[in-house]
C-alpha cells in the first residue's frame, strides 16, 4: 500500500454531469498530481498541485479543475462530461521537488454514458 | 516537446527469457527516470528510478535499467522473467512534472 487514498473507486455519470474525486495524499507529502489513464494508454498528465497552487498543467481543457486542501489532499472536478472523459482517474503524491518519487492510489474508475 | 516513447507495444516471453524494454524521451535538460510498473487491478508500483550516479540502477524483483545520456534512452532489463512478471510496465520522465510513455504490457508464458 502506498498511503494514497482515491474516493470512489467506481462512478458512473451521465454526459453533461458534473464529477469530484478526491484523493487523500501520503503523510508528509506537499505535492498531489492528477493523470488520466484511458484503456491501454499511459497517464496523461493532467496537473499538479503543490501547497494548494496549481503549479503545472497537461494539455486538458479548463473543464477539468482541481484543489488542494491546507491538509495536502485534492479534488479533481471535471464538467460538463463527455464520453471520451470515461478513464482511470490517478492521484499521485510526493514530497515536492524534481528528486522525489511519485506514489500512486489505486484511482477512479469513471464511465461516461 | 518533452515526450516519452516506449518502443513495445506488446511483448511476449517464455519464463527464463531475457527481457529489455525500450524508453527513449526527448529533452535535452536534466531529467530524473523512472519505470513504474503496473499490476492487473493493482496500482501504479515504483521498479526502479535514477535521479544521478551510476547510470545503471537496480531496483527490485531483479530489475535495473541502464541511462544513456547520448541516447536519451533508459531501458529496462531483467536477465530471467518469471510468470509473476506479467503486467504494464509505464517508463516516466520527470521534466518538471512527471510524464509517462503509453506502456509496454508484458506477458510471460509459463
Known amino acids: 500500500e502506498t498511503g494514497v487514498t482515491q474516493s470512489p473507486t467506481h462512478l458512473i455519470k451521465t454526459r453533461g454531469q458534473q464529477v469530484t474525486l478526491r484523493c487523500s495524499s501520503q503523510?508528509?507529502?506537499?505535492?498531489v498530481s492528477w493523470y488520466q489513464q484511458a484503456l491501454g494508454q499511459g497517464p496523461q498528465f493532467i496537473f499538479q498541485?503543490?501547497?494548494?497552487?496549481?503549479?503545472g498543467r497537461g494539455n486538458f481543457p479548463p473543464r477539468f479543475s482541481g484543489l488542494q486542501f491546507p491538509n495536502y489532499s485534492s479534488e479533481l472536478n471535471v464538467n460538463a462530461l463527455e464520453l471520451d472523459d470515461s478513464a482511470l482517474y490517478l492521484c499521485?503524491?510526493?514530497?515536492?521537488?524534481?528528486?522525489?518519487?511519485?506514489?500512486f492510489g489505486q484511482g477512479t474508475r469513471l464511465t461516461v454514458v | 516537446a518533452q515526450s516519452v516513447s516506449q518502443h513495445n507495444h506488446h511483448v511476449i516471453l517464455s519464463e527464463a527469457a531475457s527481457l529489455e524494454l525500450g524508453c527513449n524521451y526527448s529533452?535535452?535538460?536534466?531529467?530524473?527516470l523512472f519505470w513504474y510498473v503496473q499490476y492487473p487491478g493493482q496500482h501504479l508500483q515504483l521498479l526502479l528510478k535514477?535521479?544521478?550516479?551510476?547510470?545503471l540502477v537496480k531496483g527490485i524483483k531483479g530489475f535495473e535499467a541502464e541511462f544513456i545520456k547520448s541516447k536519451f534512452s533508459f531501458n529496462l532489463r531483467k536477465p530471467s522473467v518469471q510468470w509473476s512478471d506479467t503486467a504494464e510496465y509505464f517508463c516516466?520522465?520527470?521534466?518538471?512534472?512527471?510524464?509517462f510513455g503509453a506502456g509496454t504490457r508484458l506477458t510471460v508464458k509459463p
Open positions: 499521485a503524491s510526493s514530497g515536492g521537488g524534481r528528486n522525489t518519487e511519485a506514489f
Open positions: 503523510s508528509g507529502h506537499n505535492t
Open positions: 498541485y503543490y501547497r494548494e497552487e496549481e503549479n
Open positions: 529533452y535535452g535538460g536534466t531529467v530524473n
Open positions: 535514477y535521479f544521478s550516479g551510476d547510470p
Open positions: 516516466a520522465v520527470n521534466f518538471n512534472d512527471m510524464r
